[in-house]
């Protein structure tokens, strides 16, 4: 290692949080080490300028790629610029051999030593949020704010949870024993016993649009704590903030002695399909994915030799039954649902309303008066622009716009979209969102709210009763999944059948939210993101599960 990142001076600098993360992932109660404030991160401005620096240029890593046969780009932000920046194209026969050449020196530093230069990449990532947030909001359309922190401290909040359940797991098996069998009046057995923890090989990264880092963090974190080399894959409209995450990571390595090709990047070609490529090569062993059901689907049925970890599509429901603070509700929902113009694989979609009504606190609210208040609420969220525009964001694609403008087909419209336009970016498209009535009991409604609607569609789904609101939900989230599922009630009872269906159907619940906390929103280190237990993700983010396969312990026996 270099004089600046030995052994002792990681520990000096990472050591204390790392033990804080260890012991907040066992209490589950509030912890970062990231402040969410812009102010904490020095210069904005300089933030700025580094972000710009990178346009319309190749991207400037310090040490090269090895197996790099030429450059590649694309990316049109969806405030409607194009970035312009150029990525190495790689050679997967030369680039991936280099990488497992990479790997018995990492595994040899044992968990301590790859956990802490970890935080030091993690460190390196946070003191560039500024830079990092322009990229996020420049791919994928998230508003400045949710950029900054979404794709900056809470993207670094869920790499770091990671390591702390990769190490726990690691050191779980100690790393030596001395075995003495009694054999009576014969000598005791004796052996010396030494414990490794060995990586599986390759980790590939393949990256999503809406959430490069957020997303894209636990696995590269995970598979890279547990001795593995990872090959990031972004995707293609979303290059550039794994691209400066890759970057300070090939930087730690090098200063600390390892070598950078430990961490790589793989940018396609326009229509080259490269994950398909990379995901069934022999030396790819893991595969973290967050995006279609499709594409997942496809990943988990063929690329055979690696464990897989999937994130696809689900349809997040809501039972509103009785609330005893029905403005808090609808607040609730409304932020809900116009949060990154639910472009979040955990924003509700469907929300299943009594047709008789709901109780409240000030009395009895019908279908359609729910409706009505709701759309009301959203309304007022978003009427100011300025308002509308820093909750919103941009549309991440045309594909998303289509399925808005598809809305009214559906159903009746009880909330149109209304245009947006952007003050300091004219491109961007910018849609507040959709609210349709559907009704349960019509044969072509349930085709439609359970399918998800991936953008600014909400559905709110007349039922005959709560009861045949649970029915429904527990259909959904069996049949088609669910990252989230949210409930509103005041009767003990009803409380104890949402819990029992989340239970039985693995699906995880958020109950009677009407304060600043969000059916959409999780905090790393004590909210599961998704369950792993149902159609819309094999692995939650972060639990032991999500590391503990990601390596192996091999045992080696000595006389003593």
């Excluded at 052996?191 to 990264?205: D, E, M, N, Y």
């Excluded at 279908?367 to 820093?390: C, F, I, Q, S």
């Excluded at 989230?477 to 669910?482: C, F, K, S, T, Y």
Aim: glycine share 10%.
């Amino acid at each position: 290692m270099s004089a600046g990142l030995s052994p002792q001076s990681l520990a000096e600098r990472h050591r204390a949080t790392l033990d804080t993360a260890l012991d907040t992932i066992r209490t589950r109660g509030f912890w970062s080490p990231y402040p969410e404030h812009p102010k904490a991160y020095g210069d904005a401005e300089e933030g700025k300028a580094a972000f710009d620096a990178l346009l319309g240029r190749r991207f400037p890593f310090a040490a090269e790629q090895p197996g790099t046969d030429g450059w590649t780009g694309g990316e049109r932000s969806p405030y409607g610029v194009d970035l312009g920046v150029q990525y190495p194209h790689p050679d997967p026969d030369v680039l991936l051999p280099a990488m497992r050449a990479a790997m018995p020196g990492w595994r040899e530093a044992g968990p301590e030593t790859r956990a802490l230069v970890c935080l030091e990449i993690l460190a390196r990532v946070n003191a560039r949020t500024h830079e990092m947030a322009h990229a996020v909001m420049h791919t994928s359309g998230q508003a400045f704010t949710m950029a900054f922190q979404a794709g900056g401290p809470h993207a670094q909040d869920r790499g770091l949870e990671a390591v702390a359940y990769a190490y726990a797991e690691q050191v779980r098996v100690p790393g030596t024993a001395e075995w003495v069998k009694p054999q009576g009046k014969r000598d005791p057995l004796e052996l010396r016993k030494s414990f490794t923890a060995v990586p599986r090989g390759i980790g590939l990264v393949i990256g999503c649009n809406t959430f490069p880092t957020w997303n894209g963090y636990p696995g590269l974190f995970a598979s890279l704590a547990t001795g593995n080399a990872v090959l990031v894959k972004p995707h293609p409209q979303a290059v550039l903030p794994l691209a400066l995450t890759v970057s300070a990571a090939r930087d730690v390595l090098a200063e600390a002695g390892f070598s950078p090709d430990l961490v790589c990047l793989a940018v396609e070609r326009p229509g080259e399909g490269l994950a398909k490529t990379l995901a069934v090569r022999p030396e790819v062993r893991i595969v973290d994915y967050t995006g279609s059901t499709a594409f997942g689907d496809w990943l988990e049925a063929n690329a055979r030799q690696a464990l897989v970890f999937t994130e696809k599509a689900g349809v997040n429901t809501v039972v509103v039954d009785s609330t005893d603070d029905y403005r808090g509700m609808l607040a609730n929902l409304a932020f809900s649902l116009s949060l990154y113009s639910g472009q979040m694989c955990t924003t509700p979609q469907n929300l299943l309303i009594p047709r008789q009504g709901i109780g409240t606190e000030a009395g009895p609210r019908t279908y359609d008066e729910v409706v009505a208040d709701l759309a009301a609420a959203v309304e007022k969220l978003l009427g100011d622009d300025a308002r509308a525009n820093a909750l919103l964001g941009a549309l991440v694609n045309p594909e998303v716009k289509a399925r808005l403008e598809a809305a009214p087909g559906m159903g009746e419209v009880a909330l149109a979209s209304r245009e947006v336009v952007h003050p300091d970016h004219p491109g961007a498209v910018v849609r507040t969102p959709a609210l349709v009535r559907l009704d349960a009991a019509k044969p072509d409604s349930e085709a439609l709210f359970t399918t998800e609607c991936f953008g600014p569609v909400a559905f709110a789904v007349a039922v005959d009763s709560t009861d045949e609101a649970l029915r429904l939900l527990r259909r959904t989230v069996r049949d088609h999944g669910a990252m989230t599922v949210g409930g509103y009630t005041t009767s003990p009872e009803v409380e104890r059948q949402l819990e029992e269906v989340c239970f039985e159907e693995c699906a995880q619940l958020s109950l009677n939210l009407t304060g600043g906390v969000y059916v959409n929103q999780t905090a790393a280190f004590s909210d599961l993101h998704g369950s792993g237990g149902n159609p819309a993700a094999n692995a939650a983010l972060c639990d032991a599960a999500f590391v503990a396969g990601r390596f192996r312990t091999v045992e080696v026996r000595r006389p003593a």
